[in-house]
């Protein structure tokens, strides 16, 4: 069966750092999301991505923040300067279609910013 | 806005009973509503999805019920298992498409 895959697992990286988490959607989805996860909170809505762009984002999406579907397999999330409280479990998301259908998580990146 | 609250936030059941867990949403424009299994540290396990023209979905020992009219929907569990220890999350897909999820009703079933 299908499924989304996301590279690497874990990663600590120092404040201020750059940080590019990966994820591989299922082939023929056109539909891109990211999620995160702080540690004992509920998993948020950051962005949706399609037709190579930005579909929505949130609030916590600011400017640290960019998205890229590279190379046409790739889904990226980068964050430029990474703090403190970017530390949480990223997922990625895909779906084939948007209405009604389901999007299918990722196993997640953890990331640790010291 | 849409926000989902799960009710209990937590439940500590002996194994071999029938459990029910609560999702309630105040939009009830949505298009799906998916349950989800997370045990501690991990991913996200899809359990059920219901699409907002159904009213139930099952699968196993679990059934999935969806009253949009009220904003709620129900995970009956059957027959708890040590097993099903995690945490039940549901989220709901509406205009937007981007999934709401709730906090969670953290499970422990006891051998």
């Known amino acids: 069966e299908p499924e989304v895959t996301q590279t690497p697992s874990h990663q600590v990286t120092q404040m201020g750092q750059e940080v590019i988490l990966r994820c591989v959607p299922i082939s023929n989805h056109l539909y891109f999301y990211w999620y995160r996860q702080i540690l004992g909170q509920k998993v948020e809505f950051l962005v949706s991505f399609y037709n190579n762009e930005i579909s929505e984002k949130s609030e916590i999406f600011d400017d640290q923040f960019s998205v890229e579907r590279p190379d046409g397999s790739n889904f990226t999330l980068k964050i430029r300067s990474t703090k403190l409280e970017d530390s949480a479990m990223y997922f990625c998301?895909?779906?084939?279609?948007?209405?009604?259908?389901?999007?299918?998580f990722g196993p997640g990146t953890r990331l640790l910013v010291l | 806005k849409q926000e989902v609250t799960q009710i209990p936030a937590a439940l500590s059941v002996p194994e071999g009973e029938n459990l029910v867990l609560n999702c309630s949403f105040t939009d009830s424009a949505i298009y799906n509503l998916q349950w989800f299994r997370q045990d501690p540290g991990k991913g996200l396990t899809s359990l059920l999805l219901?699409?907002?023209?159904?009213r139930e979905q099952t699968s196993g020992r679990l059934n999935a019920s969806l009253d949009k009219s009220s904003g709620r929907s129900t995970l009956y569990i059957a027959a708890s298992q040590p097993g099903d220890s995690a945490t039940y999350l549901c989220a709901v897909a509406g205009g937007t498409y981007k999934y709401i999820f709730g906090t969670g009703t953290r499970l422990k079933v006891l051998a």
């Open positions: 219901i699409q907002s023209s159904q």
């Open positions: 998301a895909s779906s084939a279609v948007r209405s009604g259908e389901t999007q299918y």
